[in-house]
C-alpha cells in the first residue's frame, strides 16, 4: 500500500510556471505507475501524464503535451510535475495517483489518490 500527498499548488499568473511535488510512503515506490490528474469545478478528472516505473517512458495529455514534464526521483520515493507556460485552463486541483496496471490515463486503473492540490493561474 502506498499514500501519496502532493505539494507545490498555488496561485500563478499566465505565463508563469510551478513545480508540483507528491510524495509517497512505503518501500515500494518504485514498483508503481505513476499519474497526475486534475479536476476543474463541474468538470470530471482529466488525464494530465505517466511514467512508468523507472521513469523512462511518459505519455501527455495533448493539452499539456510540451508544457509539462513528469519526473520521479525512486530514492526520494517522489513524483513531480514541472508546468510552464501556464494559462487560466490550467485552473484545476492536481491529484497524483499510484497504479500497478500500466501507465495509462483512465483514473480507474489507479488503486491509490493523494489529497489535491490546487492550482490557480490568473489571466
Known amino acids: 500500500q502506498v499514500q501519496l500527498v502532493e505539494f507545490g499548488g498555488g496561485l500563478v499568473q499566465a505565463g508563469g510556471s510551478l513545480r508540483l511535488s507528491c510524495a509517497a510512503s512505503g518501500r515500494t515506490f518504485s514498483s508503481y505507475v505513476m499519474g497526475w490528474f486534475r479536476q476543474a469545478p463541474r468538470n470530471e478528472r482529466e488525464f494530465v501524464a505517466s511514467?512508468?516505473?523507472?521513469?523512462?517512458?511518459?505519455y501527455y495529455a495533448d493539452s499539456v503535451k510540451g508544457r509539462f514534464t513528469i519526473s520521479r526521483d525512486n530514492a526520494k520515493n517522489t513524483l513531480y510535475l514541472r508546468m510552464k507556460s501556464l494559462t487560466p485552463e490550467d485552473t484545476a486541483v492536481y491529484y497524483c495517483?499510484?497504479?500497478?496496471?500500466?501507465?495509462?490515463?483512465?483514473?480507474?486503473?489507479?488503486?491509490?489518490w493523494g489529497q489535491g492540490t490546487q492550482v490557480t493561474v490568473s489571466s
Open positions: 495517483a499510484a497504479g500497478l496496471r500500466g501507465a495509462t490515463s483512465i483514473p480507474n486503473q489507479y488503486d491509490y
Open positions: 511514467i512508468n516505473w523507472s521513469g523512462d517512458s511518459t
